[in-house]
């Protein structure tokens, strides 16, 4: 995630045709601008070295992951034992209704049902639904609006584990 990136696209949409605004700029940048978070933030390793990359140098220091890391294990084959220890924790799905069906396969307790893009809206909904609901993982597949969320819930609730597996289990439902 590179919010200063992001602000500069010129069509003010990513790849998968979600609408780049202003709220939602904002709040990525708060994400990032938070020194105490307790959490990762994922980049693309394609930044690199790049003038977005340096605009990083502007956020509190934090260890940055390579964002790509959950396409890499889709690729390579390598989500057994992920999906082995989903199935041994209680995890509930906040994602398009296209991933119902992947309840089943990491024995999911519940599905929270948004829109696949541009869900930002959606926030506050998932903000109280998370609240009534009694599970230990969030798995998070809310494109641009995940690391919001993620943050959002973090703070509202700091002993869950809230994971943007971005459209990793896409593959297994057909989308």
């Known amino acids: 995630m590179v919010v200063a990136a992001e602000k500069t696209k ?12 202003l709220p939602l700029c904002n709040d990525l940048d ?12 994922g980049t693309d390793p394609y930044f690199d070295g790049h003038h977005e990359a340096k605009q990083l140098d502007s956020y509190p220091m934090r260890t940055y992951y390579d964002g790509t890391m959950w396409d890499k294990d889709v690729r390579e084959g390598n989500l057994a034992p992920f999906i082995r220890q989903l199935r041994t924790m209680s995890v509930g799905i906040i994602g398009g209704a296209h991933l119902i069906p992947l309840g089943w396969m ?7 049902t948004i829109p696949s893009v541009n869900c930002y809206d959606r926030i506050p909904h998932v903000l109280e639904s998370v609240k009534e609901m009694d599970c230990e993982v969030w798995l998070l597949m809310m494109g641009l609006s995940a690391p919001v969320a993620a943050y959002k819930l973090q703070r509202q609730d700091p002993n869950r584990f809230y994971l943007d597996v971005g459209s990793i289990f896409d593959v297994f439902v057909g989308a």
């Open 10 to 21: 010129v069509d003010g949409r990513n790849a998968l045709e979600e609408s780049y605004f």
């Open 30 to 41: 708060e994400v990032l601008r938070d020194a105490h978070g307790q959490y990762l933030i």
């Open 106 to 112: 990491i024995g999911a307790k519940t599905h929270i």
